[in-house]
């Protein structure tokens, strides 16, 4: 059973940083590209960043390159996700989700993890 | 930036009714390769997306052939026959033609 597992979210003032974790299990990790999608409260989905299988090539949504950096490690079969300079418009669910192959739809997502940027 | 935008529902509807739920893309999604890059997802109250399409029409595995989509290169539908309590959520199209990936703003579906 795949699972996806993310963890380090919390409460955080502006301009700190944070570092996501998302363990992933069930499946032959180093084969498939992640990525990161966050979705505000009340709000939809925005796609964040996705990193290739070996972690070479790696894809960020405007807002957010220079401060995010989406990173792997396939011995530890984790994802993670480094946030500086966070901003309130950061403040999101933060998903880890598994591409299905080809191309870049999501498979598998973990359950969420909750950032929020405040004073 | 390729813009999704997602049609509304006139809900709730009624629980064994069929719904469909309109997308539209800014570019076409249609590649060489003759796929075109569409994909649909289920968001439950409370719960994660769930994948349910991609390419367009293919179903996810283990989702309900009661959920079917179609369309062109830059409109899309995700047609729900015999709608169920179950199908209760916001319903997300996503373009993975290239990047950045967008989503549409999502269409909530309540049931009668």
């Known amino acids: 059973e795949v699972q996806l597992v993310e963890s380090g979210g919390g409460l955080v003032q502006p301009g700190r940083s944070l570092k996501l974790s998302c363990a992933a299990s069930?499946?032959?990790?180093?084969?498939?590209?992640m990525a990161w999608v966050r979705q505000a409260p009340t709000k939809g989905l925005e796609w964040v960043a996705s990193?290739?299988?070996?972690?070479?090539?790696?894809y960020y949504r405007d807002s957010v390159k220079g401060r995010f950096t989406i990173s792997r490690d396939n011995a530890k079969n984790t994802l993670y996700l480094q946030i500086d300079s966070l901003r309130s418009e950061d403040t999101a669910t933060y998903y880890c989700a598994k591409d299905r192959d080809y191309g870049s739809s999501f498979d598998y997502w973990g359950q969420g993890v909750m950032v929020t940027v405040s004073s | 930036d390729i813009v999704m935008t997602q049609g509304a529902l006139p809900n709730p509807v009624p629980s064994g009714e069929s719904a469909s739920i309109t997308c539209q893309s800014s570019?076409?999604?249609?590649?060489?390769?003759?796929?075109?890059?569409l994909n649909w997802y289920l968001q439950r109250p409370g719960q994660s997306p769930q994948f349910l399409i991609y390419?367009?029409?293919t179903r996810a595995s283990g989702v309900s052939d009661r959920f079917s989509g179609s369309g062109s290169g830059t409109d899309f539908t995700l047609k729900i026959s015999r709608v169920e309590a179950e199908d209760v959520g916001v319903y997300y199209c996503?373009?993975?033609?290239?990047?950045?990936?967008?989503f549409g703003s999502g269409t909530k579906l309540e049931i009668k």
């Open positions: 069930g499946f032959t990790y180093s084969n498939y590209v």
């Open positions: 390419w367009m029409s």
């Open positions: 996503q373009q993975d033609l290239e990047f950045p990936l967008t």
């Open positions: 570019k076409s999604l249609l590649h060489s390769n003759g796929k075109t890059y």
């Open positions: 990193i290739s299988t070996g972690g070479g090539n790696t």
